[in-house]
């Protein structure tokens, strides 16, 4: 309809004005009547002539020859190339070497390469509580710019239960050795076969080590360089510092102790954590008494021996 309409008022107007009074694009208009030619199809290219200084296959294979000979099969393209020049004898060039080598899929590392096969991250498992717990310190801020506080925590990694807590001024061996002790005491003395931590100063210290060799605990530690072996306590200071109300910082020592105390109850009584099943903690995650102490399996055979390199990540 726009198309007659516009071929009648074209003559009695002009081409922009009747645009104009129909609402048509000029470009439009002209695309129409200056259609694009129909694109021609595409010829392949011929094939490229060959160079006038090419080998003729005669040559290439006295080339490929000489290369895979005894005396020069463990030498590369460019010493092969020397030593045949040294010997007055000109093939071809280097670059040309390595094209006939290609062609026949000789381009490769020659010598035998050693093949690691992939490594096994270490872990530990725990299939029930009081087998694995894992610590960490995290610092609280005080009343000062500069000024913090110390908070020690203990978890079992079944149960995610906070064994024991403690807040301190600092860090240091001997606090971290009096700290593991409360807490096997507030744990009733049962006490778990592996203790996890990361490479922090007063977990790698020598107090620390002998307390953990004398009470006959594996101590494991994460893997150098690698920030999320010690995922339970890194997840448990996070809801702690994210918890709605968190003040921030602290006045005195006497409020961090009171709130961590607040918190840890609500921790192991109220809160739902994922990995118990977004269910609270029952009251008591001891092992049952028995003959013997509860055992942990790692995915290797032996535990790693203690120190920074005899680490294991997150349990599972």
């Known amino acids: 309809m726009t198309d007659a309409a516009f071929t009648e008022l074209e003559p009695l107007t002009s081409i922009k004005r009747a645009c104009e009074l129909l609402g048509k ?7 129409q009547r200056n259609p694009k030619p129909p694109a021609e199809k595409e010829v392949p290219p011929a094939p490229r002539a060959a160079h006038p200084a090419a080998l003729t296959e005669a040559e290439r294979a006295a080339v490929l020859a000489a290369l895979d000979s005894g005396r020069l099969a463990d030498k590369s393209p460019a010493q092969a190339w020397a030593v045949l020049l040294d010997e007055g004898c000109y093939l071809c060039s280097i670059r040309t070497m390595y094209r006939i080598l290609d062609d026949h899929g000789q381009v490769r590392e020659r010598r035998a390469q050693a093949a690691h096969p992939p490594r096994v991250r270490p872990e530990l498992v725990a299939h029930g509580p009081d087998q694995v717990w ?24 079944f149960s995610r239960k906070a064994i024991h807590h ?9 606090t971290a050795r009096a700290f593991m002790k409360h807490a096997i005491a507030a744990n009733d003395g049962t006490m778990p076969r592996y203790i996890h931590a990361d490479n922090g100063t007063s977990m790698t210290s020598k107090t620390v080590a002998a307390l953990l060799t004398d009470l006959n605990i594996t101590r494991s530690h994460s893997r150098p360089h690698v920030s999320n072996d010690n995922p339970y306590s890194e997840a448990a200071f996070k809801t702690l510092k994210y918890c709605p109300v968190f003040p921030g ?17 609500y921790y192991n009584s109220e809160h739902a954590t994922p990995g118990s099943g977004c269910t609270p903690l029952p009251q008591s995650t001891t092992a049952p ?5 509860p055992t942990a399996s790692r ?9 920074p390199t005899g680490s294991a990540d997150g349990a599972r």
Request: aromatic share 14%; hydrophobic share 30%; proline share 8%.
């Open 166 to 174: 403690e807040v301190h001024y600092g860090e240091d061996g001997g």
């Open 289 to 293: 008494p028995g003959p013997s102490r």
């Open 134 to 157: 894992t610590w960490d310190i995290t610092k609280l801020k005080g009343p000062w710019r500069g000024t913090y506080y110390d908070l020690y925590v203990m978890l079992d990694i």
């Open 299 to 307: 995915s290797s055979t032996t535990p790693s021996p203690p120190g």
């Open 25 to 31: 694009s000029r470009a439009t208009l002209h695309r």
């Open 249 to 265: 910082s602290f006045a005195a020592l006497e409020d961090a102790r009171v709130f961590s105390g607040t918190f840890f109850t």
